[in-house]
């Protein structure tokens, strides 16, 4: 199983970035995918979680209203859209998998098993 994260970049405060988290090697039809980031010396933290069954969703405070996550099945995809970004945005964001979970979205990194590259997304003020 892959997943392969894209669609990180340089954004100014305030713009929008789109990421991606293309799963291959598996279909998912009962998972929860997580995206995750982690900035320089600190642990990775848990952002926003969709369960793949059924597009339930959970954010962190810091994020709601602001990102938005989805999936895509016919795709295998999950995405992560951000707007209003800010400069505390800019870290390394992750995409995750618990594939032994269907309705619960954990927010504990090692609950995942599966996991992408990180893409970095920096803020500029």
């Known amino acids: 199983v892959q997943l392969q994260a894209s669609g990180g970049g340089l954004v100014q405060a305030g713009g929008s970035l789109r990421l991606s988290c293309a799963v291959s090697?598996?279909?998912?039809?009962?998972?929860?995918m997580g995206w995750f980031r982690q900035a320089p010396g600190k642990e990775r933290e848990f952002v926003a979680g969709i369960t793949w069954s059924a597009g339930r969703t959970y954010y962190i405070d810091s994020v709601k209203g602001r990102f938005t996550i989805s999936r895509d099945n016919a795709k295998n995809t999950v995405y992560l859209q951000m707007t209003a970004m800010k400069p505390g945005d800019t870290v390394v964001y992750y995409c995750?998998?618990?594939?032994?979970?269907?309705?619960?979205?954990?927010?504990?990194?090692?609950?995942?098993?599966?996991w992408g590259q990180g893409t970095q997304v920096t803020v500029s003020s």
């Open positions: 090697g598996r279909t998912f039809n009962t998972a929860v």
């Open positions: 995750a998998a618990d594939s032994r979970h269907n309705s619960l979205i954990l927010t504990t990194a090692n609950r995942y098993d599966y």
